[in-house]
């Protein structure tokens, strides 16, 4: 088994080709917090303690609107609600650990960090995760993502503004995301969510307060929800149809049986 320090900086390497994509959406997002009049120190303190980068971008643009706070904290609850999923899917391999190693872990918890640890945890059983320390790998790279992303922050909020708009940054916040779902589409229910989400997100764009893009959580989820459905009672069916068909062997007679009586 791999000692803490090993594991921890498996992690940091696991985590370190999606900062790529991580550095220039953090710069772009310490832009846009100032151009929306956020105060540096806000702007800031929003990746230093939400730290959730979709959260923190439509947080600043509907301050920007003049969005009411409630519609803010509404809609930044709901564009969070997949961590909710993420922690039920992880869940099996921290259950053991104490309190304050979950409540570190689920701070620093974020969509890149999840996929390269849950990546990581699909290689083993719960069981052997929590027999060992794999928890390491996990806040290496968290820990990673996370100072990246208050690094790239403050460059945006402090030298952001001389950037020139020729370099189009805007364009590696869909790569990032696309980069991260992809390898979660291993099923049937995953790529239809995955379809009916961006085909809502698409068609809904003009509505305001990114109503649209809640619209498009809602459709994904409800989406993924039927075809499991579907799936679940074509399998409870198959499998009521192989049963059925192997009653009338029981009922057989049991000749050699009688051939001895």
């Known amino acids: 088994m791999l000692s803490n320090q090993a594991q921890f900086f498996a992690g940091v390497r696991a985590q370190l080709p999606i900062l790529l994509g991580t550095m220039p959406f953090g710069l772009i997002y310490g832009v846009l917090a100032i151009e929306a009049g956020l105060p540096v120190s806000v702007a800031l303190g929003m990746s230093i303690i939400v730290f959730a980068g979709s959260a923190q971008f439509i947080a600043a643009q509907l301050f920007a609107e003049g969005a009411a706070g409630l519609i803010i904290i509404l809609t930044t609850f709901v564009v969070n609600l997949r961590h909710a999923l993420y922690s039920a899917s992880i869940a099996p391999y921290v259950r053991h650990l104490r309190p304050i190693w979950k409540w570190v872990l689920a ?22 995760a929590r027999a060992g320390n794999d928890h390491w790998f996990f806040l290496g790279a968290e820990l990673t993502l996370w100072s990246t992303w208050q690094l790239s922050t403050a460059v945006g909020v402090f030298v952001g503004a001389q950037v020139p708009d020729s370099w189009s940054l805007d364009f590696t916040l869909a790569l990032t995301f696309i ?3 992809m390898p979660t589409l291993t099923d049937r229910p995953a790529v239809l969510a995955a379809l009916v989400a961006g085909v809502v ?61």
């Open 201 to 261: 997100a698409v068609g809904a764009d003009g509505l305001p307060y990114n109503l649209g893009l809640i619209a498009a959580v809602f459709a994904g989820i409800a989406a993924a929800l039927v075809a499991e459905t579907v799936r679940g009672g074509a399998q409870a069916a198959s499998a009521g149809t192989v049963h059925e068909l192997s009653l009338p062997e029981t009922d057989l007679p049991d000749m050699t049986q009688e051939g001895e009586g």
């Open 107 to 128: 701070f620093l918890l974020t969509d890149e960090a999840y996929a390269v640890a849950i990546t990581h945890y699909r290689t083993t059983s719960p069981e052997k």
């Open 179 to 181: 980069a991260l779902v």
